[in-house]
């Protein structure tokens, strides 16, 4: 069982007078920073001038300088860029001004892990990923919950990387909810895995698939669209408050035996051998090349395959059904 910290395991302290930069102020820079900011910590955000995050931090009462400027004198530097872009910031402006001893810190390992980003040795690298995103981060914070979050450790120069980066994990409000011990390998390929085999990935072609199967039967697209896409939201509450147990609770005898019978017939072992045959792209780096290579070609199949997505009949039919629930819109 790996080591899960909470509140009586850290030592704030660890960052006291800790200058914090913060790089970047999209999904999790923004929620990131204005918690440690509400934490009592010394943040500084390293923007790109010109970005249009910089105004908004602005407006959220930063005054945000270049990434070059925030590193410098900082003793944690967090690159909350997207990844794409990580490498190329760490090696221009980062790495040349990085001073020893310093916390580098990710949210995620994918650059460290597959060896697109090598920090110096003279550097505690570590990550703390929250396992949410960045709406939640802070939404949880405010309140006075957190959200878990995984933490690792990748190099240790100063003896001090696991305390730092915990309390680091406090600062956002992990502790409160959690924070699980792990390394970068097992973050990086178990996140990837989530996210395209279940979590965005497999959901999504589940339940658009299951949206064409009664429209092509014949049945109402709006019918189709509450039962394959919006009630998904009812029973992932469900699971997500109680596991398996809470969900065999709330609904249906029917549904129960629906879904003890049929749910092993879809996901059969056609299914599970595909998501090993995903699981082994993840590992042999396989996945990690394909998505460098597109991206430095432009992304061009990546952005027609996601406008493919948002063309389908099931995102039309929800923007109509979806105008008549407005509190929809209020809780993002
Ligand atoms: P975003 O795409 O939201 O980051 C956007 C920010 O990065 C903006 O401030 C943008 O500035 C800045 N930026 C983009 N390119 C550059 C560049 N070349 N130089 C300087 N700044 C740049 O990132 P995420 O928050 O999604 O991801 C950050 C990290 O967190 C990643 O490692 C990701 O894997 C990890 N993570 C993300 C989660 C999420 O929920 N999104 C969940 C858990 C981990 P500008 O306005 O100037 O363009
Ligand atoms: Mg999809």
Same mark, same amino acid.
């Given at each position: 069982?790996?080591?899960?910290?909470?509140?009586?395991?850290?030592?704030?302290?660890?960052?006291?007078?800790?200058?914090?930069?913060?790089l970047?102020?999209?999904? /999790?820079?923004?929620? /990131?920073?204005?918690n440690?900011?509400?934490s009592?910590?010394?943040?500084?955000?390293g923007?790109?001038?010109?970005?249009?995050? %910089?105004?908004?931090?602005?407006?959220?009462? %930063?005054?945000? @300088?270049?990434?070059?400027?925030?590193?410098?004198?900082?003793?944690? =530097? @967090?690159?909350?860029?997207?990844?794409?872009?990580?490498?190329?910031?760490?090696?221009?402006?980062?790495?040349?001004?990085?001073?020893?001893?310093?916390?580098l810190?990710?949210?995620?390992?994918?650059?460290?892990?597959y060896?697109?980003?090598?920090?110096?040795?003279?550097?505690? =690298?570590?990550?703390?990923?929250?396992?949410?995103?960045?709406?939640? @981060?802070?939404?949880e914070?405010?309140?006075?919950?957190?959200?878990?979050?995984?933490?690792?450790?990748?190099q240790?120069?100063?003896?001090?990387?696991q305390?730092?980066?915990?309390?680091?994990?406090?600062?956002i409000?992990?502790?409160?909810?959690? =924070?699980?011990?792990?390394?970068?390998?097992e973050?990086?390929?178990?996140?990837? *895995?989530?996210?395209?085999?279940? !979590?965005?990935?497999?959901?999504?072609?589940?339940? =658009?698939?299951? #949206?064409?199967?009664?429209?092509?039967?014949?049945?109402?697209?709006?019918v189709a669209? *509450?039962e394959? +896409?919006?009630?998904?939201?009812?029973?992932?509450?469900?699971?997500?408050?109680?596991?398996?147990?809470?969900?065999?609770?709330? @609904?249906?005898?029917?549904?129960? #035996?629906?879904?003890?019978?049929r749910?092993?017939?879809?996901?059969d072992?056609?299914?599970?051998?595909? +998501?090993?045959?995903? !699981?082994?792209?993840? /590992?042999?780096?396989?996945?990690?090349?394909e %998505?460098?290579?597109?991206?430095?070609?432009?992304?061009?199949?990546?952005?027609?395959?996601?406008?493919?997505? !948002?063309?389908?009949?099931?995102?039309?039919v929800?923007?109509? !059904?979806?105008?008549?629930m407005?509190?929809?819109?209020?809780?993002?």
């Amino acid at each position: 069982m790996s080591t899960l910290f909470g509140l009586n395991d850290v030592r704030p302290e660890a960052l006291e007078s800790a200058r914090i930069a913060v790089l970047g102020y999209g999904s /999790q820079g923004r929620a /990131q920073a204005l918690n440690l900011r509400d934490s009592g910590l010394d943040v500084h955000l390293g923007l790109r001038p010109g970005g249009s995050s %910089w105004k908004e931090a602005e407006t959220d009462n %930063w005054a945000p @300088v270049s990434v070059e400027t925030a590193v410098v004198d900082a003793d944690v =530097v @967090v690159v909350l860029v997207p990844d794409m872009a990580q490498p190329s910031v760490f090696e221009s402006v980062v790495a040349p001004n990085l001073k020893a001893g310093a916390l580098l810190l990710f949210a995620h390992g994918f650059n460290v892990h597959y060896g697109l980003l090598t920090p110096g040795t003279e550097v505690d =690298v570590a990550l703390v990923a929250p396992k949410a995103p960045g709406q939640r @981060v802070r939404h949880e914070y405010l309140y006075g919950r957190g959200v878990p979050a995984l933490l690792a450790v990748h190099q240790d120069a100063t003896g001090r990387a696991q305390e730092r980066a915990l309390a680091y994990a406090h600062g956002i409000g992990s502790t409160r909810a959690g =924070v699980l011990e792990t390394s970068f390998s097992e973050e990086t390929e178990t996140d990837l *895995f989530g996210e395209q085999a279940v !979590l965005c990935g497999g959901v999504t072609e589940l339940v =658009v698939a299951g #949206f064409e199967t009664l429209v092509d039967a014949g049945y109402n697209p709006e019918v189709a669209y *509450f039962e394959c +896409l919006h009630e998904l939201k009812l029973i992932v509450d469900l699971l997500h408050e109680g596991g398996l147990a809470r969900m065999h609770r709330f @609904v249906s005898d029917t549904a129960s #035996f629906g879904d003890v019978t049929r749910g092993p017939q879809i996901v059969d072992s056609h299914v599970r051998s595909r +998501l090993k045959d995903v !699981l082994t792209e993840i /590992q042999s780096g396989a996945f990690a090349r394909e %998505w460098c290579g597109e991206h430095s070609d432009g992304a061009h199949q990546f952005k027609d395959l996601v406008k493919a997505d !948002l063309a389908h009949p099931i995102e039309t039919v929800g923007q109509r !059904l979806r105008e008549r629930m407005p509190w929809l819109k209020e809780a993002s």
